[in-house]
Every structure is written in structure tokens, then in C-alpha cells.
């Protein structure tokens, strides 16, 4: 997972991805420090067992975790936007992000390595 250095963003939305990173890092435990960057490089095999949701790139480290994976997060340079507009704003990302960290705070308190759906 790659992890911004020196970031140049605003101020607001510097501040805005500390808090978001805080309370996910604390409630997951996932120690990654920025799981917004885009720069991520995956195994296929367990991306494709995860469990599928929109905006799931948030949760990344914590369900490849769940899944038995080691994540390591590595600094890379943070280059601003070249083109067009953010489409997203703080409240836009702030309701979708807490629903969806109850559920990946859900599953991974429902999650047994090993088991298997039973065949009839």
C-alpha cells in the first residue's frame, strides 16, 4: 500500500484524511497509515475471495488481513490532481465511510480462517 509523503493537499483535506485514517486505524487495527492513496499493489488470488462492496479500496489492508495476507505500507510521492475536479466532498465520504466500517468492522468479528460452507 503506498502512503503519501509530504502530501499537497489543502490544509482542510489534509486534516479531513488524518481523522478519517485515525478512527479506521483505531477500529480495525489495522496499522496502515493512509489506505486513501491510490497506489496498491495486490495479489489477485485474494482480492478475489474478498467480499465485494462499493468503496471497499478504503478498507483494503484490513480485509487483506482478515484473509491471513501481510500488508506493508511503503512511501511513495503524493503528486496533486493534473486534471478535472474531486467529485467527492467531506460529507459525501463521511456517511458511506462509517456505514461501510460497521461492516467490515462486522466482518471481521464473524470471520473463522478455515471454515468452509458445508456441501449437502
Given at each position: 500500500m503506498g502512503n503519501p509523503k509530504k502530501r499537497r493537499d489543502t490544509w482542510f483535506r489534509r486534516l479531513q484524511s488524518r481523522i478519517a485514517n485515525g478512527v479506521r486505524s483505531?477500529?480495525?487495527?489495522?496499522?496502515?497509515?493512509?489506505?486513501?492513496?491510490?497506489?496498491?499493489?495486490?495479489?489477485r488470488d485474494t482480492y478475489l475471495t474478498l467480499p465485494y462492496f462499493d468503496h471497499m479500496h478504503r478498507f483494503l489492508p484490513a480485509l487483506y488481513q482478515r484473509?491471513?495476507?501481510?500488508?506493508?505500507s511503503i512511501p511513495v510521492n503524493h503528486r496533486p490532481r493534473t486534471r478535472g475536479q474531486s467529485?467527492?466532498?467531506?460529507?459525501?465520504?463521511?456517511?458511506?465511510?462509517?456505514?461501510?466500517?460497521f461492516g467490515v468492522m462486522w466482518l471481521k468479528r464473524r470471520y473463522r480462517p478455515g471454515l468452509t460452507v458445508r456441501e449437502e
Open positions: 483505531a477500529l480495525l487495527g489495522d496499522g496502515t497509515p493512509d489506505t486513501g492513496c491510490g497506489i496498491k499493489l495486490l495479489h484473509a491471513g495476507t501481510r500488508v506493508i467529485k467527492y466532498g467531506m460529507l459525501d465520504r463521511l456517511w458511506v465511510g462509517i456505514v461501510d466500517l
